[in-house]
């Protein structure tokens, strides 16, 4: 009995002691390295989405993470409560894509290592990151091939079938990706990222997708010109 009100004491008389100094360069690395971290997204991400509306998003997510993880973190009255609060609220966003999901944790991650007060270790392991981004996203674009994405759009009640889709881009192209698939009874929509190294392949991949399906609505963005 002792030991169950000592425990509610103890949650009871917690005080939350904030370093507002420190609290605030927290808040101030965060926002920068989410401000680096949207640029990084909007240069060398490959989302179909429009990135730079993604990406304004960052500096709210790591400087909110920082705050949250500030006042939790001395508290353990406070951190039970956040598992409480979290088991009741559900967060649904439309992310569709690997991509953002990757930059989104990221994002989080920035605000987890502020917040703890890791500054060095947060600093080094996101500018580690940032350069293995740039580096791969450059080592990849020095390939011979062309990168378009492809959206391929039915309409109607006899909409192509996806393998169908899938067949003829792999028959006529170097490199297939599916980014995103979605299917109704009625429709079917569906982008692929695609490489080449012929026009011409192009060219009769479209001629063979428009014999399958007369009524497909096909659309070809080039990768660099994606959300800039």
């Known amino acids: ?8 004491d103890f949650l009871a008389n917690q005080s939350v002691q904030v370093d507002l100094p420190a609290f605030a360069l927290n808040v101030a690395l965060a926002a920068v390295l989410a ?20 990406g304004r998003n960052f500096m709210l997510v790591a400087t909110t993470t920082v705050l949250i993880i500030s006042i939790v973190k001395s ?19 439309a992310i569709k894509e690997p991509e953002e999901l990757a930059y989104l944790f990221l994002n989080i991650a ?30 990849r674009r020095g ?13 109607n009640h006899e909409k192509i079938a996806l393998d169908r889709v899938v067949e003829i881009l792999r028959r006529n192209f170097t490199g297939v990706d599916l980014k995103r698939f979605d299917e109704t009874s009625t429709a079917l929509e569906a982008s692929f990222r695609v490489e080449f190294d012929d026009f011409a392949r192009l060219e009769q991949a479209k001629r063979e997708l428009l014999a399958a399906n007369r009524d497909l609505r096909l659309t070809f963005l080039d990768v660099q010109g994606v959300g800039a």
Do not use: C, K
């Open 75 to 93: 508290s353990l009255a406070l951190s039970l409560g956040l598992v409480g609060a979290l088991s009741i609220v559900r967060f649904r966003a």
């Open 143 to 155: 390939g011979p091939n062309q990168n378009l994405y492809l959206t391929v759009d039915s309409q």
């Open 110 to 139: 920035i605000g987890l290592g502020l917040g703890a007060d890791q500054r060095v270790v947060t600093l080094v392991a996101f500018f580690v990151i940032a350069a293995l981004i740039v580096v791969f996203h450059w080592s």
């Open 35 to 54: 401000w680096i971290l949207s640029r990084i997204y909007v240069a060398f991400g490959e989302s179909l989405s429009n990135r730079q509306q993604f």
């Open 1 to 8: 009995m002792n030991s169950e009100l000592t425990f509610q």
